[in-house]
Each structure stands twice: as structure tokens, then as C-alpha cells.
């Protein structure tokens, strides 16, 4: 659902469902208040010729444009994504305008008569989608096993690009428990700390708070915890109570106290149901 100025003129908002790929692009023409170069119909109807020009890409975040991105491949300086992220630092935020970013660097690359990179990353010589068949066919099991069989360097640990889509793989494949200790490697620092690494090295603790109920012992447990640990407590969009600062070696610490008050995780650190909201109600 979209909403345009009567004159059809302009965007002024919208809901969508499903496909979401032109979002970057439709918030930056609403921020922008860019008059529109096509009937409103075809935003409904859609209208898919090949890669997005990208003309209305903006970073807000690191003021990156689509004319850097173009200047970065004409010039040389960037021939992977991941070249391009060093240079002019986009997507390094949020990464929500990822996949527009990805869509005008390949239409780029592609100008300018370069052969475009699609290797997951320097440790595998083929796309994800390669790689997923490959580990389904050969029934590889385990990073090891994977990086020793189709691997660029046998001995390699492997990056933050290849080990969360590995464990991803694998989870779709066999759906093992993540805990098993074959697949500690492929957890990431979140996963591995059931917290958040923040910008300045501490890191936030998420407590699972269901739809938001909580009882007032268990607030003051939480509140005994961040004082304890001295910890900046916000409550959070999703109905939960977000603990902030807290030092690694506070971890284990702090986790075993919220447990013994019958708290768990949240669950704020991977791809999983995070949060379901609730209102007073009736009764």
C-alpha cells in the first residue's frame, strides 16, 4: 500500500509486504520529496528491468551517495563489495541499503566492462548458493569438514562472512543444536556471549521479557543486577528491558543472577522470534 500527494505527484509513505528490495530506495525518495519520474500504478504494478540505477540511493549514516560508488569503480579502487565498504564505508551502519548498494556496484562493474566477483568471500571460490549445494550433495557436516573439502586454504578459520552463512547452511540442512560443540567455531561474538558488542568493547544483555509481562520481583532483580554491575537500563520498542556496559568477564556473572530469577535470554543476538507484543487487555 502506497500513498501519494492527490496530484500523484509525490509519494508520501506506504506498507510493504512481501517483496521489500526497493525500500532504501522509496524512503530516500519520501525523505527527499523527489518528485516521481513514473505514474504511481507502476509502484503497485512494478516494473523490474534489470539493476537499479540507484539514483536515489543515501546513506544517511555515512553520507555516502551513488556517485562515490561509481567514482570508486571507475577509478579502480574497489573491484568486490567488500573493497568498496573500505573505501567509502557504506552499509558499515545498520546495512539496511545493502542490497541497492550491491545492485548499483554490479550494474557498475558491468559498464565498465569488469568481471564481477561473486566468491562468498576469500576463503570459498563460489557464491552461497554454490556452496549451499555443494555442502547438501557431499553431506559436509561440520566447518572443518567443509573448509577441508571445498575450502580455498584447508587450514583456514574462516571470517565473519563464511562462518555465519556456513552455520546458516548447516542449520537449514540438519538443523542440529547450535550448542553442540562442533559448531561452536561458527557462532559469532553475540552468539557466543548472549550479549551485544557495543562500539566502545562492553557489551547489552537482553533479558526475555514475554510480551512484555513482568512481574515485581523480577523487576527488581533486573534493577539489583544493574546496580550491582552498574549497568544504563532503557526499556526497549519491543516490551523488554535492555541492561547496557556490561564488561565480558561480567557476563557469566550476570547471566547466572538473571537466571536464578527466572529469567533467560531474549534472544537479541541472532536470527530468531525476538519479541511478541501485548497490550493491557480486558480481563
Keep these: 500500500k502506497y500513498i501519494f500527494t492527490e496530484d500523484g505527484k509525490y509519494l508520501l509513505g506506504g506498507m510493504m509486504v512481501g517483496d521489500v528490495s526497493d525500500f532504501v530506495k522509496l524512503v530516500a525518495i519520501v525523505k527527499k520529496k523527489k518528485a516521481l519520474e513514473v505514474p504511481p500504478s507502476q509502484f503497485i504494478v512494478g516494473n523490474k528491468k534489470g539493476d537499479d540505477d540507484g539514483g536515489d540511493l543515501d546513506d544517511d549514516a555515512q553520507n555516502v551517495t551513488k556517485g562515490a560508488i561509481v567514482t570508486c569503480v571507475k577509478e579502480g579502487t574497489a573491484s568486490t563489495i567488500s573493497d568498496l565498504k573500505t573505501k567509502t564505508k557504506v552499509g558499515t551502519g545498520c546495512g539496511g541499503c545493502m542490497p541497492l ?104 544483555v537482553v533479558p526475555r521479557i514475554p510480551a512484555g509481562e513482568i512481574s515485581p520481583d523480577g523487576l527488581i532483580a533486573i534493577g539489583v543486577v544493574a546496580k550491582k554491575y552498574r549497568l544504563y537500563t532503557k526499556i526497549t520498542g519491543g516490551q523488554r528491558i535492555d541492561l547496557f556496559g556490561a564488561r565480558k568477564d561480567d557476563l557469566p556473572a550476570i547471566w547466572e543472577e538473571l537466571n536464578d530469577a527466572g529469567f533467560e535470554s531474549g534472544h537479541a543476538y541472532g536470527k530468531s522470534l525476538r519479541t511478541v507484543k501485548s497490550c493491557v487487555g480486558t480481563t
Excluded: W
Aim: charged content about 20%; proline content about 5%; hydrophobic content about 35%.
Design 101 to 204: 548498494v550491491t545492485s548499483i556496484f554490479n550494474a557498475e562493474m558491468k559498464k565498465a566492462g569488469k568481471t564481477l566477483n561473486t566468491n562468498l568471500c576469500p576463503h570459498f571460490a563460489m557464491s552461497r548458493t554454490d556452496l549451499f549445494s555443494v555442502i547438501k550433495v557431499k553431506s559436509l557436516r561440520s566447518f572443518p569438514e567443509i573448509m577441508e573439502a571445498i575450502g580455498v586454504n584447508p587450514s583456514s578459520i574462516g571470517c565473519e562472512i563464511c562462518k555465519p552463512a556456513i552455520a546458516s547452511i548447516l542449520s537449514s540442512l540438519y538443523n542440529e543444536h547450535v550448542m553442540k560443540p562442533t559448531h561452536h567455531q561458527n557462532q559469532d561474538t553475540n552468539d557466543r556471549y548472549m550479549a551485544n558488542m557495543q562500539r566502545n568493547g562492553t557489551f547489552s
